[in-house]
């Protein structure tokens, strides 16, 4: 049986009622029988039936013992960096989710909690960065906004060679095409708002373990910090769940014709996309994942912020926004938007130019795309050249 059709008969019918969609129980606490003697729930932080569902179907989608459910992604990510204790350090991906960087370098650091960044798609790097004080290995792959792929398997080799958990971010493969904890890694975690959600209708968060021990750690932290995901957006999780794997099929079909047609563009200078045979971890994105995502990001000719900004409004059909996974197409300058707090120079190492465009391709017709991002494109060529061109008139 394919993991969709298990998937999709994995979604319990209401045995109270026959319901097929799982039930929102919005409620705040629960009678119990006796002191301490209950049906399963007692207060709803600690528990609620529908988010307890969809916390089953993630645990089941990424072959784990244990998911949990967050009110956002950077909730996800602070339980998981609350494993860890003063004096530990992180060895993360240098390529990293802006929001990720910022709960790293000025929230953590100034309890004691060291973060290095390093360039994780060559795995010797990894190797070579790791000190006795590293517990934790955090990787994005693909990463966030580049794509850079980093093999999940040899680096899972490295941290449990030196003790480390191995936490991987999957919001941009999602389990329809990539599942971390099978080939080694400790924990992995999602932004439910992208494509898990699939809607731009919610903000969420999801941590799946590979270990009931671990998973049951990172509850505890919920449970004592608060950092839940509601009754509704629960609900609304599962509802994007259960088509998860045929949108991301169409993500990856319209992404692969975006990314090749962007590639024989003369005002584009990289593309960055999984997919290509041009990408530098083609081959291990292939072996890892079933697919290479929906996420297009490529840098102009013109490595400009001005250029930049004079593509993304100018497409029509992409909408100019943060987020992604959607089933619209959207469109975003890393630099002036998602990865603003991360020092100019840190981005830049890291790959991130003035000029780069992150595409988050929707569901749209495919031709339809194209020719949105073609006439932005020339666009902005045309801008150029007037300003080139442009002439102060002689005195009178």
Known sequence: MSNATQLINSIPVDPLTGAISVPIYQTSTFVQEAPGVNKGFDYARTGNPTRATLEQIIAQLENGKVGIAFGSGLAAIDAIVKLLQSG???????????????????????????????????VENVFNAITPKTKLIWLETPTNPTLKISDIASIAKVAKAHGCLLCVDNTFASPALQQPLSLGADIVMHSATKYLGGHCDLIAGVVVTKEKELGEKVKFIQNACGAILAPFDSWLVIRGIETLHLRVKQHCLNAQVVAEFLETHPAVDKVFYPGLKTHPNHDIAKKQSKGFGGIVSFSLKDDTNEAAVQFVTQTKLFKLAESLGGVKSLVSHPANMTHKTIPVEKRRAAGVADSLVRLSVGLEEVEDLVADIEQALNKTIQNKKNIQHKTVPANC
């Open 88 to 122: 530990d350090e992180i060895l993360a991906v240098d390529d990293i989710y802006g929001g990720a960087f910022r709960l790293f370098t000025q929230v953590y650091e100034k309890f004691g909690i060291k973060v290095n960044f390093v360039d994780t798609s060559d």
